[in-house]
């Protein structure tokens, strides 16, 4: 576990000293977020507009579209997409509270810039999530070469990577996606493990909107998985004498709690603002904004969901590219056929990973369009939104695997793509 995490640590932390720019998926806003908490020692307003030390960075690093270096006049907010004005401020503080100390403590101690000690925190909390599903896969009674194998697999893919190197709450994406992996085999009763998965579903409703769905499903497949000293092949979620048509209404009100509780939060964060000012500057009007219904974006989330390993991402190389999306088509491919392949043996476990990890998709197909439409009145996803599935993913697939030579030939595969991602990061750093 320990080894693995400092691998995935290096691979992030190699990233994210080598990619210079300010990244594309909102970076520097998520960077001016904790400059704001640390200036004003609260939640900064929102519909706020960049602070001078974030248009530093914009102005020093660049980014796709400020491609003009003006580091000794940094430009102003005129100069940077929606006014300046930072669209994220109404999320919730698990990420950047955090973060904001650390990275600030990192400064002062090492003198490094703040916008790369964030870097380096948020390579910290990915590293500790690869950690985290490590010990959930091994949990599930999964080898141990290939419980490193499939968490170095889905921590070296291009956007995974690029995401936990980078200053952005997706940093926590392989934690969430090991959360109810780890709670369903945690061994206390079912009440605890109900509110504990309650607690670490609004902990992701408060991380980031996108984490509502996995919030969602961490509820749902505590709720519905066998608890631990359960004979797996005895228990079956909709047996009449276990799960009543109460408790399942029940539980659907729990799964519930997040998504409430994103939308709670993000009234709250807005209630302030006049009317007729956006509190993103106009952003999803401009970008996002849509006649298309609400059915027909919901299909389309499913086609983005299904590639997130490589879609707008850095490193640009082939064979990391070539690598990740033979991952896609084993992870995606792999759950698919366990729910169809019915004449062939497999055991309990791993249908209900398979299952899980299908219903996770789906729910994420489903409630993600809902969610943006809901909060920012308009609808849309992207294909990096359904990285934190990915765990979930691994796991059906990892339960299957058996046999020595099986387990070393995955586990000698995902050692060679990290090799080739640190080789290659090394390269591009050079």
């Known amino acids: 576990m320990l080894g693995t995490a400092v691998l995935v640590w290096l691979m992030a932390l190699l990233c994210a000293i080598a990619y210079q720019p300010v990244s594309l998926y909102d970076e520097g806003v998520h960077f001016d977020y904790l400059v704001k908490l640390l200036d004003g020692h609260a939640l900064p307003a929102v519909g706020s507009v960049s602070s001078e030390l974030t248009l530093h960075e914009w102005s020093c690093r660049g980014t796709v579209w400020l491609t003009e270096l003006r580091c000794a006049d940094p430009v102003g907010n005129d100069a940077v997409p929606q006014g300046g004005v930072n669209y994220v401020l109404m999320y919730g503080p698990v990420y950047y509270v955090p973060t904001a100390v650390l990275a600030w403590l990192l400064q002062a101690v090492t003198g490094m810039s703040l916008f790369l000690a964030a870097r380096i925190v948020s390579s910290v909390l990915f590293a500790a999530g690869a950690a985290l599903m490590v010990v959930a896969l091994l949990r599930w009674g999964v080898r141990a070469r290939v419980a490193v194998a499939a968490t170095l697999l889905v921590a070296a893919a291009p956007a995974v990577l690029f995401q936990g190197a980078t200053v952005t709450p997706d940093a926590l994406t392989l934690g969430y996606g090991a959360a109810p992996l780890l709670l369903v085999r945690w061994r206390r009763s079912y009440r605890a493990r109900m509110v504990a998965a309650v607690v670490v579903a609004v902990a992701a409703a408060l991380t980031k909107p996108s984490y509502v769905p996995i919030a969602a499903v961490t509820v749902l497949v505590v709720a519905l998985f066998p608890a631990p000293g359960v004979p797996d092949g005895s228990w ?36 302030p603002l006049p009317d007729g000012v956006p509190a993103d500057g106009g952003l999803n009007e401009t970008l996002l904004s849509t006649d298309r219904s609400l059915p027909a974006l919901v299909l389309d989330a499913f086609g983005a969901l299904l590639q997130p390993l490589t879609i707008g991402t850095w490193p640009q190389a082939a064979h990391l590219t070539t690598l990740a999306q033979i991952v896609q088509i084993g992870l995606v491919g792999g759950v698919l056929v366990l729910l169809v392949a019915q004449a062939v043996p497999w055991t309990s476990v791993s249908k209900w990973s398979a ?14 369009p809902v969610t943006f439409f809901v909060l920012y009145h308009a609808t849309g996803t992207q294909p990096r939104y359904a990285l934190v599935l990915l765990p979930l993913f691994a796991a059906a697939v990892a339960t299957c695997v058996g046999g020595r030579r099986t387990a070393t030939t995955v586990f000698v595969g995902a050692l060679g793509w990290a090799a080739a991602t640190l080789l290659t990061l090394l390269a591009l750093a050079s």
């Open 236 to 271: 079956r979620p909709f047996d009449r004498s276990r799960v009543r048509p109460v408790r399942l209404v029940g539980i659907a009100a729990l799964a519930a709690v997040p998504v409430l509780v994103s939308l709670l939060w993000n009234l709250w964060r807005t209630a």
């Open 355 to 368: 299952t899980a990890a299908a219903g996770a998709l789906v729910a994420s197909g489903i409630s993600l």
